[in-house]
């Protein structure tokens, strides 16, 4: 059975809280044997979509840059490009985002390095033979680095049910070829009868892909089934049939992770921050509401049990699961069930309160 770790702690702790909780945490869960002196390891996380302020505290990146120098390593941050239109879609804008959002390598002691390369075409093939994917394109730089660190913040999601440990490895860590094939097969339909025609999601839309007129109109062959018209729409316009593609989402992802976690047998930790949890991911750049009370951090050596820890502890706080309280139409489990298969990790844990 996987152990997973609790260190209960708030969003809005100081840093030096954070940074005491953070380091209490990685000594308990006996993270150190996972690096080495001359290591690169990736410390793979979120430095949040600009306008978004829920994303990790860069206090707690910062504490675990720590605690991986310790080892000898010589860590950096990492994320992959965007689909969307973003500042985040390429390396430059990504790492001026990093910096204006306190991971600044004065700030965090690490230099914030995107894995996939200046445009996220940076890749490595690798062959998983899973039920969707027989081969996935993983980011070079979290191919290459030998260790790892996967840095989440567990919220909601729109296609997912759940944002955590699995999907920052899966869909995180992919270059955009991947990231497209991820989001294959699943196309969103417009609700005429409820679409104001406010043009929001044509604005977002990162294909060009919806018209506005008496109602938006979206194009099937430039529509890559990213889901951005579906955060965004505030009137429930904009339909997914969840029942079929979510499945399928959420196990392309898994595979995904899989090529990750096989590169690097026992040399990855995971570490999720349980608090400020919102019914978008930090992709959405709006600042959001928190669905329930913070939680804490959790770490584990299982990306399946640490999600599974995530959901529990969430309906134990919430009374409601994260789905329910986010996107009820998708059921967040799909992942776990996959990642089980795959042989990422287990449901079953045990967990150790620090
Ligand atoms: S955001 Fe929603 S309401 Fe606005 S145009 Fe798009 S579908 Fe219609
Ligand atoms: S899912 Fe929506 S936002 Fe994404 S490409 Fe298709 S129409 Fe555009």
Redesign the pocket.
Known sequence: MSRVYLAPCRASDSDQELARVTEALWRRAGFDDIFEARDLPALKLHVGEPGTKTFVRPAIAAALVRCMAATGASPFLTDTAVLYRSRRDNAVGHAQVAQEHGFGFEAVGAPFIPADGLNGAEEIDVTVDGKHCQRVSIAMGIMQARSMLVLSHATGHLGTGMGGALKNLGMGCSSKRAKLRQHHGQQPR??AD?????????DWCPSDA?E?DD??VIDDQKCIGCGE?VA???????RFDWAVGGRELQERIVEHAAAVVRRKPKRIGYVTAAMAITKDCDCLGRDQEPLCEDIGLLASRDPVAIDQAVLRLFQERAGQSIESLSYPKTDATIQLAHGERMGLGQRDYELVVV
């Open positions: 417009i609700d409820s679409c104001t025609a406010c043009g929001t999601c044509a919806i506005v109602y938006a018209c965004v729409c505030r009137d429930d316009a904009v």
